[in-house]
């Protein structure tokens, strides 16, 4: 059987994975897979080889980077370019020369490092927007294996994509894969718009786009969660932190500007100024662990989301009710289960967003013989897969997503009950295994295809 080689930017533990991209792949890697994964030390001198981790059922090695490279290749070029540009925000990117060199030459460094462990056989699959020119470095070596590439953000429209100085080098990156994974239908259609404009761009059948000489299958990949785990885990884990007197709103969302969580404070704020009966019968819950504080951008929705819920408490709250409860630290993710389970509306409101796993574990955590409702943005990718079930909403209509949050607190159960269990089947159908199985199939089928055929005798 071929040996899966990984390649993200965050390597993980040695220990026992409690969820996420880990525990989707595990499976896969179990028999002598290779993950490859940024270090997290900082080198003056990165060295020419990988360096091997011991522990875990896997072999893993890593890469270092230098505080340069730190600063262009990653919060550079990937966090302050490709980021903005994937989440339909140009105007915060900042196309710096520094940081495109920066970002070539971080990913060749690395595609020697990893052509130099390769053994016949392997299949490669590269992780997300850090390494989208890798396929692009290894080619140029030589390599011949399968090579997929899995974006776990949105891809950006033809209007932004055009931002880009350097469009036509990104597509070519993009055409060295044989395989080029996305989240949504709508990012397929994105990417076929976008080739459309690049030189010498051939559209094929069936999602197939030519380059050169160089054919790559652009297909939708939901990604998923293990949704009876899920719920084990939430069945199992307190529920300490609620309030007890009101029904609970969740949100969770890392501090960034895509998730819409200024929308959502001022939505929130909305349903207590039109929904005056609803004083001391609600709480929004927010997590929002901190992320990139050293981008400006980031800085600036930290202290945009301190005003507002000091506003919106200052306005509303009572001696012994705080309408919003808002937390800027990582809360585990078993006690996150926990809380999601006892939340009587889940917000799930990004302005742009890849899948967005919070909704399925939200959905995965409830209780189906009293469950919760989710309230879902129509840009996160995990609404082509929840409309039935989830209330779906416009993140930038503030009335709309307050009206959202009213129809939710006051639905009969039985709605909730009908709602809940289209989505669960969903999560059950379409599980992390059914994710990484189809993409493994799809990037085998679509090496074979490109395949010189031999004549036959």
């Not at 259609?189 to 761009?201: E, H, I, N, Y």
């Not at 001391?280 to 901190?290: N, R, S, T, Y």
């Not at 506003?311 to 705080?322: F, M, V």
């Not at 939710?408 to 709605?415: Q, T």
Request: with cysteine; net charge negative; aromatic share 8%.
């Amino acid at each position: 059987m071929s040996r899966l080689v990984v390649v993200s930017n965050r390597l993980p533990s040695g220990s026992t994975p409690s969820g996420g991209l880990v525990v989707a792949l595990q499976d896969a890697l179990a028999d002598g897979g290779l993950w490859v994964g940024n270090s997290n030390k900082l080198t003056d001198t990165p060295a020419d080889r990988l360096t091997r981790h011991e522990g875990g059922k896997f072999t893993r090695m890593s890469f270092d980077l230098t505080e340069e490279e730190q600063r262009d290749f990653y919060l550079g070029y990937s966090n302050s370019v490709l980021w903005p540009l994937c989440h339909d925000r140009v105007d915060l990117m900042e196309l710096l020369p520094q940081y495109l060199e920066s970002y070539r030459a971080v990913n060749k460094r690395i595609a020697k490092m990893i052509a130099r462990e390769l053994q016949p056989g392997d299949r490669i699959w590269v992780q997300d927007y850090h390494f989208l020119s890798l396929g692009h470095e290894l080619r140029q070596l030589g390599v011949t294996q399968p090579i997929g590439f899995f974006l776990h953000i949105p891809f950006p429209g033809p209007n932004a994509f055009a931002a880009l100085s350097h469009g036509q080098e990104v597509c070519r990156w993009i055409a060295a894969f044989d395989l080029f994974g996305l989240q949504a239908r709508r990012d397929v259609s994105a990417c076929l718009q976008v080739f459309r404009t690049a030189k010498g761009a051939e559209l094929l059948l069936n999602g197939r786009m030519k380059l050169e000489d160089k054919i790559v299958q652009v297909a939708s990949f939901p990604i998923a969660i293990d949704p009876e785990e899920f719920a084990r885990t939430a069945r199992n884990a307190p529920t300490a932190g609620l309030d007890d007197a009101a029904a609970t709103i969740i949100g969770v969302d890392r501090l960034d500007y895509s998730k819409g969580l200024p929308q959502r404070f001022r939505a929130y704020g909305h349903l207590l100024d039109a929904h005056p009966e609803l004083s001391g019968q609600v709480a929004l819950l927010q997590i929002a662990p901190p992320t990139r504080e050293a981008v400006k951008a980031y800085q600036d929705i930290r202290d945009e989301l301190e005003q507002l819920s000091g506003h919106i408490n200052g306005a509303h709250a009572t001696l012994d009710w705080t309408p919003i409860r808002y937390i800027h630290r990582s809360v585990p993710r078993e006690r996150l289960a926990g809380l999601y389970r006892g939340a009587r509306v889940g917000l799930v409101t990004p302005l742009a967003d890849g899948m967005n796993l919070v909704a399925k574990e939200y959905v995965a955590a409830q209780d189906a013989d009293d469950p919760g409702v989710l309230i879902l943005s129509k840009f996160a990718g995990a609404a082509e897969q929840l409309f039935n079930g989830a209330l779906i909403v416009n993140p930038h209509d503030i009335a709309e997503m307050a009206e959202a949050m009213n129809q939710a607190l006051n639905m009969p159960l039985g709605e909730r009950r009908e709602r809940h269990q289209s989505m669960r089947r969903v999560l059950l159908d379409k599980d992390v295994a059914w994710w990484r199985e189809q993409f493994l199939t799809a990037l085998s089928a679509s090496w074979q295809s490109s395949q010189p055929q031999m004549d036959p005798a």
